[in-house]
């Protein structure tokens, strides 16, 4: 399996595990205001990165790119700033810290779209060119 692959897989386990700890937190607490925040952690956090890690896994030659790496990389950093900020939901302080992961998600998307829509011969981390199918 590529390296971003697992990369991908592996975190996406984390964030379920962050996932079903806060919905256990609200239920156990009966206060389900970060319902968002949980949402946003299984979604886009498990679900997602569990997607990315998949897409990959299925096509070796683009998950050799550097930008798969970047992808991944920024991604997570958009999930980190994101996500926290999200839990603490309440506080308008944090609204500018949401909108900023937000953004930093937004970039990450594009670069996986830049990915999945570029042709399969681009340079690869390794400085090998992939075979195109």
Do not use: C
């Amino acid at each position: 399996m590529p390296k971003v692959s697992e990369l991908f897989f592996k975190t996406a386990i984390i964030f379920l595990i962050l996932g079903i700890a806060a919905g256990l937190q609200m239920a156990i607490s009966g206060d389900h205001g970060a319902f968002p925040a949980h949402a946003h952690i299984n979604l886009l956090g498990w679900v997602t990165s569990a997607i990315f890690g998949g897409y990959y896994a299925l096509n070796p030659a683009k998950a050799a790119r550097r930008s798969a790496m970047i992808h991944y990389g920024v991604y997570n950093l958009g999930l980190v700033v994101m996500l926290p900020a999200l839990y603490l939901q309440g506080n308008p302080a944090l609204e500018p810290i949401v909108a900023t992961g937000s953004m930093i998600v937004a970039a990450a998307v594009l670069i996986f779209a830049f990915v999945v829509f570029s042709a399969e011969t681009e340079r690869s981390v390794s400085g090998i060119q992939a075979v195109p199918r």
